[in-house]
Structure formats: C-alpha cells, structure tokens
C-alpha cells in the first residue's frame, strides 16, 4: 500500500511563505503523476499544481507565479514552495499521486492521497 505523508502546513501571515513536503513510501519514479491539491471549508477540492514523471508542471491559474512544485527523485518527495500567501490560501492541503499500469491493451489507474495538512493564512 503506497503511502504519502505531508508536511510543513501551518499558520501564517498574509505575504508570507510556506513549503509542503510530501514524501511517499515507494519511488515516485513509479508515479506518473504527483500534485497538490487542496480543499477550503464547505468548498471542492481542488488542483493546485501537478507535476508528471517526465517533468511537465502545470498550476492553478490563482496561484500559478507564487508556487512552485518540484520534485526529488533522490529523495522520494514532492515539494509545493508557497510564496505571497494570501487569505484565500488557507485550506488543507492534500497530497497526491497517481500511477497507469497496463496489463496487454487495459489501462489501469491507481490513485493515491495523503492525510492533509492545513494551512492557514490571516490577514
């Protein structure tokens, strides 16, 4: 069973900056698709950036030049570097991860989440 652990949410002031770690029990090599999504109160969850096995990185369009996705192979981890928080910001966070295998010409989807971590920013 593929586990994914968050970390680094927190509380913060408007303007400031956060960096979410999410670390996966299995090579993320093995992924073909790791992102960030995140769910405010009494709202959907939604995507906040993904980045593929081959490096293709796409954001949100509200927070698309204040946070950066990467990855570390090397380290099996997937980080969100969060810059310019603002209120609307604060939500948890969730970690995500999906994997296709294929078996002949079926195609098999495994999606995987982590528990969440919250962020809060005040004003």
């Known amino acids: 069973q593929v586990q994914l652990v968050e970390s680094g949410g927190g509380s913060v002031q408007a303007g400031g900056s956060l960096r979410l770690s999410c670390a996966a029990s299995r090579s993320i090599s093995s992924f073909n698709t790791m992102g960030w999504y995140r769910q405010a109160p009494e709202k959907q969850r939604e995507m906040v950036a993904t980045?593929?096995?081959?490096?293709?990185?796409n954001y949100d369009f509200y927070v698309k030049d204040r946070f950066t996705i990467s990855r570390d192979n090397a380290e099996d981890t997937v980080y969100l570097q969060m810059n310019s928080l603002k209120p609307e910001d604060t939500a948890v966070y969730y970690c995500?991860?999906?994997?296709?295998?294929?078996?002949?010409?079926?195609?098999?989807?495994?999606?995987?989440w982590g528990q969440g971590t919250q962020v809060t920013v005040s004003s």
């Open positions: 995500y991860a999906k994997r296709v295998t294929n078996k002949g010409w079926q195609l098999f989807e495994s999606d995987y």
């Open positions: 980045i593929t096995s081959s490096g293709t990185i």
